[in-house]
């Protein structure tokens, strides 16, 4: 082994540069260190040293290397010849100047400060490696041990040890722990680390800007007032239904202000609606945001059956809800209604929201939707002809991410959301995906991705920290915990519509066997927006979702 190189592999604006490095890197012993094109700036100039050579029980050495023929005059100015031009240097200068400026950067570091270390010994040298040197050579800034020529470069090292043992004898010789600290001074403190979050954070900006622009797509609907928006995960239907939300509300162009519902079935979606205009103006917020049950309830429906009682939920309680619709007085009904990830909705919950129209014929019904994430056994479609808006570009997954589900989607969908980390799967039974999904999420907080920024999402039984969860906090508190919680979230993918987090683990403790498996693992796959591990069972993902998914998730 020889010295340590720092960089190990340096780029060097000259060759003569190089060539000295390589001299000094297969002569210098492994305790020394050697630094290449180190550059300091300070509050008088910026400064470059070709090399600086950190020898233990000797001194710190600063080399500037002058390639090309090399000369001094008489009266004691250096020339440098070369491709048919000569310039004036000052290579003796130069050094000593590099010298003096890393000395006091060194001296200035806390870290050599609070260790209250006495000054060593710090030299400096120039070389140049196709011009002799004669032997008595000697100017009165420059003795014949600082110049190395073409005749030294055999005992390049060692002539650097003998000028620091010599030289700046007033000072101490750096020791073993002297030449680390330099060395760690010189290459930097609290440097700055390859950032996933910050990774993150500019290809989430991309995928708002890409979002925004697409919102220009409302602008076709002004005279339109019953539409249909279908479009694959990730392409930004929810931000969509909410910018639209905003802007029937305050009215645009020549349209007035209207009275805005904006629905949807799940709880965490409905909570994100919520947040999403908490602070805006009276004037910009729809009177009313959130689930279709709470909507029931703002109107007086009496709900109190279980979540299991189909009949109630969708066959009583729209019918009730449709009686109270009726009787609404006309200041309480809606201009207009919009309704996200509508493929959750029975077919009886539209008369009532029809009914809660102010003009039930014309009134607007806005509906987003994508029949692939269909997950629970509900078929119904608003009772009216609606104008279908396609959105077939994925804004929000890496490309990565949404081409793993691309085989799923409703269509084919253009991937927009940049590049990032490759989809990672990891084998696993049923019976062991939990316990190796928590390493999962482990391993990428040893990454670097903040807690608030991961999820374990199941797509079989719940994960035991969500049921602790929900019986501490209830469905609603469980559910602000999405939003407002510094710790990694734990859901199951039939909650987890419209909603996503950065990095996702994705475990599969199933066989691929139970109903409506396919639309669970497009809803799963796509809940990542920048980094997706998959924990699973091969064959059960290939039940799941075919050939073609297993292709793309590198298992085939």
């Known amino acids: 082994m020889g010295a340590r190189l720092i ?4 780029a060097f604006a000259h060759h003569t540069e190089r060539e000295v490095w390589e001299r000094l890197a297969g002569q210098l012993d492994e305790d020394c260190v050697l630094l290449a094109n180190l550059h300091l700036t300070d509050h008088e100039q910026d400064h470059e040293a070709d090399l600086v050579v950190l020898l233990p029980d000797a001194g710190v050495v600063v080399v500037e290397v002058k390639g090309g023929s090399v000369s001094v005059d008489s009266e004691g100015r250096w020339h440098q010849s070369g491709g048919g031009s000569s310039r004036t240097i000052d290579p003796v200068g130069q050094a ?3 010298k003096h400026a890393l000395r006091r950067y060194v001296q200035d570091d806390p870290r050599w400060r609070d260790s209250s270390r006495a000054r060593v010994r710090w030299l400096h040298a120039v070389v140049t490696p196709y011009s002799a ?4 050579f000697s100017q009165p800034g420059c003795s014949r041990a600082m110049v190395h020529g073409r005749d030294d470069l055999t005992h390049l090292a060692k002539r650097l040890r003998t000028l620091a043992e010599t030289h700046e004898t007033n000072y101490r010789r750096p ?17 700055m680390s390859a950032d996933v979050v910050a990774e993150s954070d500019d290809r989430e900006a991309r995928a708002d800007r890409l979002t925004q622009e697409q919102a220009m797509i409302l ?14 995960a990730g392409s930004g239907k929810t931000v969509l239904a909410m910018a639209q939300a905003k802007q029937l509300t305050r009215g645009f162009g020549e349209q007035r202000p209207q009275r805005v519902a904006l629905l949807c079935y799940s709880i965490g979606l409905g909570e994100w609606f919520k947040r999403s205009f908490e602070g805006a103006r009276r004037r910009h917020t729809p009177a009313f945001i959130g689930r279709f049950e709470e909507l029931g309830r703002a109107w007086g429906a009496d709900i109190n059956a279980g979540r299991d009682d189909s009949d109630f939920w969708e066959k009583q309680l729209p019918a009730r809800m449709a009686e109270l619709a009726a009787g609404l007085p006309e200041g309480q009904k809606f201009d207009a209604i919009i309704v996200d990830e509508a493929q959750d909705f029975a077919e009886d919950w539209w008369t009532p929201l029809l009914t809660a129209l102010r003009d039930p014929e014309e009134g607007g019904l806005y509906v987003y939707s994508d029949e692939n994430q269909r997950l629970f056994p509900r078929f119904g479609r608003p009772p009216v002809a609606l104008v279908p808006l396609v959105l077939d570009h994925n804004l929000r997954n890496t490309r990565q991410i949404a081409e793993s589900f691309s085989a799923l989607a409703p269509m084919r969908m253009r991937p927009m959301g940049g590049d990032g980390p490759e989809v990672t799967f990891v084998q696993a039974s049923p019976d062991e995906a939990l316990g ?3 390493d999962e999420v482990e391993r990428l907080l040893d990454e670097g991705w903040p807690t608030s ?19 501490q906090f209830g469905q609603e508190g469980y559910w602000r915990t999405f939003w407002d919680g510094e710790d990694v979230f734990y859901g199951h993918v039939l909650g987890c519509k419209g909603l996503e987090r950065r990095a996702v683990v994705l475990c599969f403790n199933e066989d691929g066997t139970r109903d409506r498996s396919k639309e669970r693992l497009y809803v799963g796959l796509s809940r990542a927006t920048d980094k997706l591990v998959v924990v699973g069972d091969a064959d059960a993902i290939r039940r799941m979702g075919g050939d073609e998914v297993v292709r793309r998730l590198g298992l085939a």
Do not use: F, K, M
Not at 7 to 10: L, R
Not at 175 to 191: C, P, Q, Y
């Open 453 to 471: 920024h991961v999820a374990l999402i199941t797509t079989g039984t719940r994960h035991p920290e969500q049921h602790s969860r929900q019986e």
């Open 133 to 136: 040197v004669p032997e008595d």
């Open 436 to 438: 190796v999904a928590d």
């Open 175 to 191: 020791g073993h722990d002297d030449v680390e600290l330099i060395a760690e001074i010189l290459t930097g403190r609290n440097l």
């Open 7 to 10: 960089p190990a592999e340096p």
């Open 219 to 232: 602008g076709v609907t002004r005279l339109l007032h019953r539409v249909e928006v279908r479009g694959g």
């Open 96 to 98: 000593q100047r590099v």
